[in-house]
């Protein structure tokens, strides 16, 4: 079935630190792959999403890119703030009869000042 | 302000009771989903309605039912509960046909079970 698989945590960055939260999939056909993140205490709030291979997702400075041949959705930001510290989610659709979305386990970013 | 609204935000009950949670989505969409996020078993999906009808299932338990109303809000009833269904539910809406599958969540209930 399909799946997601996104590195462990907790990430512990500097400020103004560079961040790559690794992320790969399993999926029949074509999905299409989101970042979610989750601030301390609030709910789940799309970051960025990618519909076909190729495509970069971006938003607030974060950047991911489809890659089709590697399976995989990095995220990367080029330099952290502190408001940054959250809890970063991978997914994917898988575009069929639902669009559910299928979730990886998490990655919790702490950056320091 | 994802536009997807759930009620309650918090709710504390005893084990063997019964909740609904209760979720308004977002103007237009006429699927809903409903998540279960708990420590151990992370962002589980439970079940997708769409314009009332049960759309798909996941790894939704016996004794937790939901429904989708003509007005298109949708329920969540959990019933028998047990220390272990304590969790944030998130409920989460999309226009249906979208192939972009974008999907947008509410806040979540947290439930706890004493």
């Known amino acids: 079935g399909n799946s997601v698989t996104q590195m462990e945590g907790p990430v512990t960055l500097s400020e103004e630190a560079f961040l790559t939260i690794n992320c790969t999939y399993t999926a029949t056909g074509y999905p299409s792959l989101f970042w979610y993140v989750q601030y301390p205490g609030e709910g789940l709030q799309l970051l960025l999403k990618?519909?076909?291979?190729?495509d970069k997702g971006s938003n607030k400075g974060f950047e991911a890119t489809y890659r089709k041949e590697t399976t995989s959705f990095h995220l990367e930001k080029g330099s952290v703030q502190v408001s940054d510290s959250a809890v970063y989610f991978c997914a994917l659709s898988d575009r069929g009869a639902t669009n559910k979305l299928i979730f990886g386990t998490g990655t919790l970013l702490a950056v320091q000042p | 302000d994802s536009g997807v609204t759930q009620t309650p935000k918090h709710l504390i009950t005893a084990t063997g009771q019964r909740v609904t949670l209760r979720c308004s989505p977002r103007s237009g969409d006429l699927s809903v989903y409903w998540y279960q996020q708990s420590l151990d078993q992370g962002l589980q999906f439970l079940i997708q309605y769409y314009n009332g009808e049960e759309r798909a299932k996941g790894n939704i338990l016996e004794r937790f039912s939901a429904q989708q109303f003509p007005d298109l809000h949708s329920e969540l009833n959990l019933s028998s509960l047990e220390l272990g269904d304590s969790a944030l539910y998130f409920c989460a809406s999309s226009v249906e046909g979208d192939p972009r599958g974008t999907i947008y969540f509410g806040e979540g209930s947290w439930l706890t079970v004493v």
């Open positions: 990618a519909t076909k291979a190729d």
